[in-house]
């Protein structure tokens, strides 16, 4: 069965400093990668996707990055973070039309 | 991408049935239509999805009308864990847009 890892669960970072978010796929080739933001109380804002290795779309011009360096590997960056990057960070992945499968998410909390 | 329109929030009570309408004029012919649930803390979770007409899962129905400009998520006898916001989302491309959802609050 098809699995997304998402980790770390929850992080506090100070500003200036920098961030990685993994999510990885099990279970599943090619899939279409997303990441998306919440901030409180707020909705989902779609900021990467990715149809294949190293191709990634923004959605959104942010202080962040993604990548993609392997087919079931999808990294969310910042060099930098600012306190507007609070929030919650959700990995997606689809294999076409039919649903969105999303992790468990990244609460992140910039101080 | 088509635009969805849908109550900011609605409050119901345990065990009584709980419609959401979804507007979404400009839906193409490609576009399906796909609803999820978001708890607190949580991804959201896929409810289910429909094209046209009626189409039920063990947990809601979708009604969709003819034009398909609009569509109706049911969920029969809700309980306090259904307590959550519900998107509407219209989609046929490789990504898809979050609205802002509706918050549904079940009382007791």
């Known amino acids: 069965s098809q699995t997304i890892h998402q980790w770390p669960a929850t992080l506090v970072q100070p500003v200036g400093s920098p961030l990685s978010l993994e999510c990885t796929v099990e279970?599943?080739?090619?899939?279409?990668l997303y990441w998306y933001r919440q901030a409180a109380g707020r909705g989902l804002q779609l900021l990467f996707y990715?149809?294949?290795?190293?191709?990634i779309s923004s959605e959104v011009p942010q202080n962040l990055s993604a990548s993609r360096p392997q087919d079931r590997q999808f990294i969310l960056s910042s060099k930098k973070l600012l306190l507007s990057d609070s929030g919650f960070y959700l990995c997606?992945?689809?294999?076409?039309?039919?649903?969105?499968?999303f992790g468990s998410g990244t609460r992140l909390t910039v101080v | 991408l088509a635009k969805t329109t849908q109550p900011i929030s609605m409050d119901s009570y345990e065990g009584q049935e709980v419609n959401i309408t979804c507007s979404h004029n400009n839906i193409a012919t490609n576009d399906y239509i796909t609803w999820y649930q978001q708890f607190p803390s949580q991804g959201p979770r896929f409810i289910i999805q429909?094209?046209?007409t009626k189409v039920t899962n063990e947990v809601a129905s979708l009604f969709i009308p003819a034009d398909r400009k609009s569509s109706t998520l049911s969920l029969p006898r809700v309980s306090l864990s259904d307590t959550a916001v519900y998107y509407c989302?219209?989609?046929?491309?490789?990504?898809?847009?979050f609205g802002k959802g509706t918050r549904l609050h079940i009382l007791p």
């Open positions: 279970g599943t080739s090619n899939p279409n």
């Open positions: 997606a992945w689809s294999t076409g039309l039919y649903g969105y499968t």
């Open positions: 989302l219209v989609n046929r491309d490789d990504k898809i847009i």
């Open positions: 429909g094209y046209k």
């Open positions: 990715s149809v294949g290795i190293g191709q």
